[in-house]
């Protein structure tokens, strides 16, 4: 069977771990791959299996799963998304499409933003689940519940990782951006408090950084 070509729409959280699921934009993909594939569900807990997906060159309308699982026919041109986290791998060709935003963070810095991050990258494998009954899918988004101990704890990391770097023998050219960086990573609760914590970007340190020293993601 040749392989079809798909544009959908999906959508995309308002920001980068934002677990809220009403905030959101509408952005556009494409899919290409097999018309019709067959994915595995749990039969107790309803969920996509991680166990890839068959087509008919690979039998599988005529494969027999596992007691504990369902076999469910995903047609591509139905079900896009469900199609393009399953069976369409991420090649720097789709990664090209990606575009990017400037964004201006409260402490002045500016950071590129997806605009449209791939599909596999929006929502979570073992979050999509299947209703028999409908013959549809839900989702949830991919998501880290970051709280803002968890802000502190990596901002208390980070000032204990770079204490040598302004020991009181280092040559103030390299020891004033590090100061700069620290003092930044000190004001970061008071810098970021109307945000919440998911939405903190955590200072970039000066070059060259040491090699165990963790930056913003």
Do not use: C
Not at 14 to 37: H, M, Q, R
Not at 52 to 59: I, V
Not at 184 to 207: G, K
């Amino acid at each position: 069977m040749s392989d079809i070509t798909v544009n959908f729409t999906y959508k995309v959280p308002n920001g980068k771990n934002n677990p809220n699921v009403e905030d959101f934009t509408i952005e556009t993909w494409t899919y290409t791959g097999p018309e019709k594939l067959w994915v595995f569900v749990d039969k107790e807990t309803l969920k996509l299996e991680p166990m890839g997906y068959l087509t008919e060159e690979t039998d599988g309308k005529t494969y027999n799963p596992l007691p504990t699982h369902l076999k469910v026919e995903v047609n591509a041109g139905k079900n896009p998304l469900v199609a393009t986290i399953v069976a369409q791998p991420l090649s720097y060709e789709l990664l090209a499409t990606v575009r990017t935003a400037s964004v201006v963070l409260p402490d002045g810095n500016t950071v590129l933003e997806d605009v449209n991050p791939p599909p596999q990258d929006v929502y979570k494998y073992d979050g999509i689940t299947y209703a028999p009954g409908a013959d549809s899918w839900s989702y949830k988004w991919v998501d880290e519940e970051v709280t803002w101990d968890d802000i502190k704890l990596l901002r208390d990391t980070l000032l204990t990782a770079s204490d040598n770097r302004v020991k009181f023998d280092t040559p103030d050219s390299i020891k004033q951006p590090w100061i700069d960086y620290r003092q930044a990573l000190r004001d970061m609760p008071t810098v970021w408090a109307d945000y919440e914590a998911w939405q903190v970007r955590v200072p970039i340190p000066p070059n060259p950084a040491p090699a165990s020293l963790p930056v913003d993601s």
